[in-house]
C-alpha cells in the first residue's frame, strides 16, 4: 500500500492485493478510483461487482462493502477517499449528494477527473489543481446520479456545517447531543436528518472516523497501538481496533504492516 501525502479532504492512495482484501467495512467519504491491473471483486448493495483493469469504482459514503480478488494473480487500484463537504460545496451546496447506483462505470468526465486527482500520488497536489480535480468529480458524479439535487436551505447547511467543524474539533472526547444542539440551531434529530443529506453520514460516524484518522496518522509514525488509541481518544486499544476494523476493512496492526512494506 502506498499513500500520497495528506491533504485536507482527500486522501489518495495506490494498493495491490491477492485473495482477501478487506472486509465488510464502510467509509464516510465517497471512495472512487479505478482498476489498474487484474481483477476486484467486491459485495456492495446486495450485489457482487467486479471491475476490470481500466473500469472505475464509485461508492457512495457509509455503503457497506469488501474486497477481494476474483483473479489469482490479485489485483492492483488507486482510489480517492472524497469528504462529502466538498462534493457538496462544488456543486453549489445541492442536496442530497451524488447517488450513483452502478459500482463499476465508465465514464470519460470521471476518468478525467480522477486522472487528475490520481496521477501522480508522490506530491501533493497544488491547491488549484486540488478544486479543479474536486470541480470535476463532483460534476461528473452529479451527471452519473439517478437522484436529482436542489439547493439546500441556507439555515440546514450553516447548521451542519458548525457541527461538523465543532465534531472535528472535540474528536478527542464524546460530545453530547446537547451540544451539537446549542452549536447548530436544530435538535438532535432534525440534525441528524440534514447532517445525513448534507454529508452522507451522522454525526456520530463523522466524529469516529476523525478519531481514526487520528488513529492511523499515529499508528503509520511508528506509534504502538495502545498509545496510537490513547492519542486518538479511544477508550482503549479493543475499542479502537473495532473501529477500525469496521471503517476500513482490516485490522490497525495489518495496516500498520502494509504500510512498512
Known sequence: MRLAPPQSGLERLEAF??????DPHRHDTYAVGFTVTGAQAFAYRGADRVST???LIVLHPDERHDGRSSVETGFAY????LEPRLVRDALGGRAPLPFVD??????ARLSAGLLQALGDLDRPLEPLEADAAV????EALQALSRVPARPASGRAGKAVEQARAYLAAEADRSVESG???QVSGLDRYELT????RLLGTSPYRYQTQRRLERARRAIGS????????????????SHMTRQFRATYGLPPGRWQRMLRG
Open 17 to 22: 492485493f491477492t485473495g482477501h482484501a478487506y
Open 53 to 55: 483493469a481500466g473500469k
Open 78 to 81: 488507486r482510489m480517492l477517499y
Open 102 to 107: 452502478r459500482a463499476v462505470v465508465e465514464d
Open 135 to 138: 470541480l470535476a468529480i463532483a
Open 179 to 181: 451540544e451539537l444542539e
Open 193 to 196: 436528518r440534514q447532517f445525513r
Open 222 to 237: 511508528g506509534c504502538a497501538l495502545a498509545e496510537a488509541a490513547a492519542t486518538a481518544g479511544f477508550a482503549d486499544q
